[in-house]
Every structure is written in structure tokens, then in C-alpha cells.
Nanobody
């Protein structure tokens, strides 16, 4: 079973930037998609952004133009660059892997955007 390990929780100012990372426990040899979801207090979990092994990206409208998903396949790692952060970006962020028709999830880490 693939395990996903996310970077730790963080507090950041509105308008600031940060970069998240998620490392998978093994190489992916088949077609796959890695990316990020988030869940704000009182809300459902929602897409943030993903990137397939072929390089195709998919972003939520709320983060498009501000957030960027990238991958380093040699390191089994997916990143989330977050710019122009807003208080409404505050959420628990979950790394996700879709691989071999199975979904794998990181445990989630808190990102708080506040002054």
C-alpha cells in the first residue's frame, strides 16, 4: 500500500506564499494522478489541484492563477505552491494519489491564513 507523507502545518499571513510537499512511499510505474484537496471548517472536502503523470493539470476555480501543482517523479513527490493566500484558503490540506484505480490519502495538515 502506498503511503503519503505531507509537510507540516503552518500559519501564514494573507497575501503570503508557501510551498507544500507530499512524498509517496514508492515509485509509481503506471499512469497516475497526484495532487491536493482541502477541507475547511464546516465544509466538504474539495479539489485544490492535481497533476497527472503525463503532466496534465486540473485546478479548482478558486485557486486557479494562485496555486501551482508540480511533481518530481524521481523523488515520488508532489508539491503545491500557494501564492496570494487568502483567509478563505484556511483548511486542512490532503495529499492525494490516484493509482491503479485506487485512491490514497495523506493524513492532512493544517494551513491557516491569518494576520
Amino acid at each position: 500500500q502506498v503511503q503519503l507523507v505531507e509537510s507540516g502545518g503552518v500559519l501564514v499571513q494573507p497575501g503570503g506564499s508557501l510551498k507544500r510537499s507530499c512524498v509517496a512511499s514508492q515509485r509509481m510505474l503506471r499512469v497516475n494522478t497526484m495532487g491536493w484537496y482541502r477541507q475547511a471548517p464546516g465544509k466538504q472536502r474539495e479539489l485544490v489541484g492535481t497533476m497527472s503523470s503525463g503532466g496534465t493539470t486540473n485546478y479548482a476555480d478558486s485557486v486557479k492563477g494562485r496555486f501551482t501543482v508540480s511533481r518530481d517523479n524521481a523523488k515520488n513527490t508532489v508539491y503545491l505552491q500557494m501564492n496570494s493566500l487568502k483567509p478563505e484558503d484556511t483548511a486542512v490540506y490532503y495529499c492525494n494519489l490516484l493509482y491503479g484505480s485506487r485512491n490514497y490519502w495523506g493524513q492532512g495538515t493544517q494551513v491557516t491564513v491569518s494576520s
